[in-house]
Nanobody, 121 residues
Framework: QVQLVESGGGLVQAGGSLRLSCAAS????????MGWYRQAPGKQRELVAV???????NYADSVKGRFTISRDNAKDTVYLQMSSLKPEDTAVYYC???????????????WGQGTQVTVSS
C-alpha cells in the first residue's frame, strides 16, 4: 500500500515563505511524477506544480516565479518551496503522485491528506 503524507503548512504573513514536504511510503516500485494541487474554499482543486521523473517541471501561471517544486528521489519526497506568498495562495495543499507498486503493474494516482496554508494580509 502507498501513503503520501504532507507537512509544512501553516500561517504566514503576506510576503513570507513556507516549504511543504510530501513523503511517499509503502510498496513503491517507481514514481512517474509527483505534484501539488490546492483547493480554496468554494473553488475547484487546481494544479499548482508537477515534477516528472526526469526532472522537468510545470507550474500554474499564478505561482510561476514564486514557487519551486523539487524532488529527493532517494527519499521518495517532493517539496514545494513557496515564496512571496499572497493571501490568494490560501488553500489546502494536496500532494499527488503517479506510482507503480510493482513491475508490470500499471501506475495509480495517489493523494495525500492535505495541509492547510493560510496567508494573512
Amino acid at each position: 500500500q502507498v501513503q503520501l503524507v504532507e507537512s509544512g503548512g501553516g500561517l504566514v504573513q503576506a510576503g513570507g515563505s513556507l516549504r511543504l514536504s510530501c513523503a511517499a511510503s509503502g510498496s513503491i516500485f517507481s514514481i512517474n511524477a509527483m505534484g501539488w494541487y490546492r483547493q480554496a474554499p468554494g473553488k475547484q482543486r487546481e494544479l499548482v506544480a508537477v515534477i516528472m521523473s526526469g526532472g522537468s517541471t510545470n507550474y500554474a501561471d499564478s505561482v510561476k516565479g514564486r514557487f519551486t517544486i523539487s524532488r529527493d528521489n532517494a527519499k521518495d519526497t517532493v517539496y514545494l518551496q513557496m515564496s512571496s506568498l499572497k493571501p490568494e495562495d490560501t488553500a489546502v495543499y494536496y500532494c499527488a503522485a503517479e506510482i507503480s507498486v510493482a513491475t508490470m503493474i500499471l501506475p495509480n494516482h495517489y493523494w495525500g491528506q492535505g495541509t492547510q496554508v493560510t496567508v494573512s494580509s
